[in-house]
């Protein structure tokens, strides 16, 4: 029985049709801006999400250390979810490179609230790093890939600007965020100033990310992309990979979300499993076991045949995503089920 492995939408492989788009690819120097098919997913990436540019980089990581690093400066300080991406997994990328501190903020599910913006926002006062920028998270990962009402989203950001502070999103998963939420990704994008979505999760291309902003943050941005080694060469393949999953890949993120669904109300529905139902909106799968440890709960399942990642000291996560079918689904709770009988 082959094995379904639901550790992360980050394992997707590109389909057929995908590999011949990159193979058909036409190529140029990145670096001097060359590459017409880069060129074309950045123009229409900036278009779909209703920005004036956009970069390619090479990871959500990078997007979202170049949408900090053109938005504070060393010494500043910036917000973030306590459990974001950015503030847990990014390996201190805005502190290393940029000098840049962040402020992590506790939230109940992720969405933080236009008061604890507010009362996160520095005073002026000679002690105190002055706050440059916020980040939200959208879809957010550790908070069991909860998407963004549009409206908190709106308010929070307002918030932020009329304090006068610069807005990343980090839309690793932002067309989850869409899909789920009905929302244009134009006025989910439109919160923010800089926004950051990957290729690479749920939308199955092999590699990259995109950075989307004004103008000038972009052209600033793409300084730090080289500074960081960043900056590519014939990397059309990857470009037209990207524009594959822009155009083809987007819509079929809703049989993820209702894979995931049918794999959390099973979860739910075994004891010794502890899941938030009301969080499961996109296409992850965030949950707790009480009769054994995650790792072995791991390593238990994969035995079987599914594999699943512990995400933090208690939490696992199984992730549905392009390649995994509704009876990989049934494969998974199967799985589930005979370990914790058998624990
Ligand atoms: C919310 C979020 N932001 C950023 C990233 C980083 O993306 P990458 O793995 O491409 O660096 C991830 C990766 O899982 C993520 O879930």
Redesign the pocket.
Known sequence: MPTVDLR?D?VTMPSPEMRRAMADAELGDDVWGEDPTINRLQEVAAERLGKEAALFVS???MG?LLGILVSARSGQEIIADADS?TFLSETGGAAALGGIQIMPVRTAAGIMTAEQVAEAIRVDDVHHPRTAAIAF?DTH?YHGGIAWPLEALRAASAEAHRNGLSVHL?G??LFNAAVATGSDVREIAACADTVTF?L?KGLAAPVG?VLAGPEEKIAEARRWRKMLGGGMREIGMLGAAGLFALENMVDRLAEDHANARTLAEGLAEMEGITLDLSRVQTNLVVFEVDRMAPAAFVAECEKRGVKGAQISRRQLRFVTHYGVTAADVQQALKAVGEVLGAA
């Open positions: 992360s980050t990871s959500g990581t979202n991406h998270e990962n980090d690793a998963r990957c690479s990310s």
